[in-house]
């Protein structure tokens, strides 16, 4: 079975040797009194259950699945996950980072996103459950009507509803201007919806009294296309008119999704039928509402692959320390034993820091994001606002798609650390690698993100919010280039940093002259852009453990061998990918459709 230990110590490095998050939270009114002791003893709480609480069901739930009563439509989730959940509410993780008027906690997103990672490590198919219902609360915080906040909010801060995002269809899954659902405008100024939903994650459960679904739909009066589509709330059970719950409303669960992984999470097809909803923002207007919880939704699927990416590689060292395969090859290194551990071989050890180092470089992208977030939230500081908004459009789509390509191929590489034991259910790699296998796809593929990426978020503003993160690459090269330990991190960043200059010009040009280069250069540009990013932050973490490694403590040698093996060994990938991406689009195109 699997084990997991919260990874304390490298969270605490990058909020305060790498970020210094207290710092900046002082900076926000709201988060002004937030110190280093109240970080840590958060985290130290939420790595506690994480690993005490939902982690030993991981692997049951995942054996079991979830089950569905066709005659009644209720779905009962894995052994275990009520229970699980019922002390995640009345440990008041729910509320964490939610608004105080509403009944939350008010503490940044960051740590929110720490305690995520830790769930996420520790049993993704259950932290999706809470994980969507977060992303209701913000859609609804950002864009309910008065009455529906104070009705709704309250119970999802809480964790006694829980929510849901009704997105796709059986027809269309990204293009949703395809979508078919209607919307009745009823003379109570409520809505019957009718039509069918499928893939909805967490979309019937035992865990919480209710379920609030955001539902996409049409009105009757709706252009076509993605600028007639609107957004609803629509409950399992109607609310009564003290807050309570009522009668059932007409939507439910026709059937269960027989899936690859995630088995521990209910992935429903949803069938409404007049369900009874009220209207969220402005008519015709859902997909700008919506995009608040779909932007959520992307940054937490990214942090899934991250939680998979740390337990992964934990276990896989755990199993290469222990067992014995062959001798080294420059000879024994364990005479006394009848073989070495496998550690020895270079390219175990290859597979595990490439785990190690892409769970690494993830969270102190994915901190460093959360702590944008707090400040584009937070902030008394307009332009401070505006550039921390730009630099979090910039990096969902990489966390999303960077982050979870990497966890595909980080939980595949673990699972070959084991050998024809990590094929085995009972050693739980093949679980992790299944699970994974799920985020390159759900919350917009990861060639939709790619096409954000470079289509809207570089192209789409003649590179702006690039250069303004090219801009603390840029200082950061200038203060460290001098430094002659700080070579081997500064100078491949720099190269790096024109390479994605000229590539993001050149593919600018001729996307000028054919929009399909675009689609032939996208996935290979966010992932090169991935690696910049990288290339950022562990050279700022190189920095940090050059300074330290002298202080005795083992962190810092491991923090900057990792930086070296990652400059070393994964960076030069970004040659190949640049070289695929100026190849274009033509090589794609080449073959006449009836040749496939």
Not at 36 to 58: C, H, R, S, W, Y
Not at 219 to 246: C, E, M, Q, R, Y
Not at 445 to 470: E, H, W
Request: hydrophobic share 40%; net charge negative.
């Amino acid at each position: 079975m699997p084990t997991y230990t919260p990874p304390l110590r490298d969270m605490q490095f990058v909020l305060h040797e790498l970020l210094g998050a207290a710092d900046q939270f002082k900076l926000l009114p709201r988060h002004a009194e937030i110190d280093a002791d109240t970080i840590d003893a958060v985290l130290e709480q939420a790595g506690k259950f994480a690993a005490e609480v939902v982690a030993p069901l991981n692997a049951s739930g995942d054996a079991e699945g979830c089950t569905l009563d066709k005659a009644t439509h209720e779905v009962s989730a894995p052994k275990g996950f009520k229970q699980a959940y019922a002390a995640y509410v009345e440990g008041g993780w729910p509320s964490l980072s939610c608004d105080p008027a509403f009944g939350g906690q008010g503490l940044p997103i960051t740590l929110n996103q720490c305690l995520y990672e830790m769930l996420n490590s520790a049993n993704q198919a259950w932290t999706m459950y809470p994980g969507l219902s977060h992303g209701a609360y913000e859609a609804l915080h950002a864009h309910g009507t008065p009455e529906q906040q104070a009705l709704y909010l309250p119970k999802l801060t809480s964790g006694q509803w829980t929510g849901t995002m009704c997105l796709t269809e059986p027809h269309c899954g990204t293009d949703l201007g395809l979508l078919r659902t209607k919307a009745e405008p009823q003379p109570d100024a409520s809505y019957r919806l009718t039509g069918q939903k499928i893939f909805i994650s967490a979309g019937e459960h035992d865990l919480a009294e209710n379920i609030v679904h955001l539902v996409l739909a049409r009105l009757p009066d709706a252009p076509a296309g993605s600028k007639g589509i609107s957004l609803f709330v629509v409950p399992k059970f109607l609310p009564t008119a003290d807050g309570g719950v009522g009668e059932r409303n007409a939507i439910h669960c026709a059937a269960l999704e027989h899936k690859m992984g995630i088995h521990g999470n209910a992935t429903c097809q949803i069938v409404l039928d007049g369900a009874v909803g009220s209207l969220v923002g402005e008519p015709h207007k859902g997909l700008a509402a919506m995009f608040v919880m779909m932007n959520a939704a992307r940054l937490g699927v990214g942090n899934q692959s991250l939680g998979l990416t740390e337990v992964a590689y934990q276990n896989a060292v755990a199993y290469a320390k222990d067992r014995r395969q062959m001798r080294s090859l420059s000879g024994p290194k364990h005479p006394d034993q009848p073989a070495d551990t496998i550690i020895v071989h270079p390219d175990v050890r290859k597979m595990l820091l490439t785990a190690r180092a892409y769970a690494e470089g993830g969270r102190a992208l994915a901190i460093y994001t959360a702590l944008l977030i707090d400040q584009e939230l937070s902030s008394d500081d307009e332009d401070a606002r505006k550039e921390a908004a730009d630099l979090v459009a910039l990096l969902t789509p990489v966390i999303k798609a960077f982050l979870t390509d990497n966890g595909w191929l980080a939980t595949s590489h673990c699972m070959q650390v084991y050998g024809g034991h990590g094929y085995i259910r009972e050693w739980g790699m093949e679980q992790f690698v299944r699970d994974a296998r799920i985020n390159m796809i759900y919350e917009g593929t990861n060639t939709v993100q790619s096409l954000d990426l470079l289509g809207r978020k570089v192209l789409g503003d003649n590179g702006k919010k690039l250069k303004a993160f090219g801009k603390l690459i840029q200082q950061f090269v200038e203060d460290e280039g001098v430094r002659e330990e700080m070579q081997g991190f500064v100078n491949p960043l720099a190269d790096l940093g024109d390479k994605v200059t000229k590539l993001t010009m050149e593919l600018g040009m001729k996307a000028m002259g054919n929009a399909d280069e675009v689609g032939g250069a996208a996935v290979d540009y966010l992932r090169v852009v991935g690696h910049l990013c990288f290339a950022y932050f562990f050279a700022r973490m190189a920095k940090i453990a050059l300074e330290k490694q002298n202080s005795g403590d083992p962190f810092y040698t491991a923090k900057l061998a990792t930086a070296r093996f990652y400059f070393a060994k994964l960076l030069p990938e970004t040659a190949s990918l640049i070289r695929s991406a100026r190849a274009g689009v033509a090589p794609l195109m080449a073959m006449d459709e009836a040749l496939f």
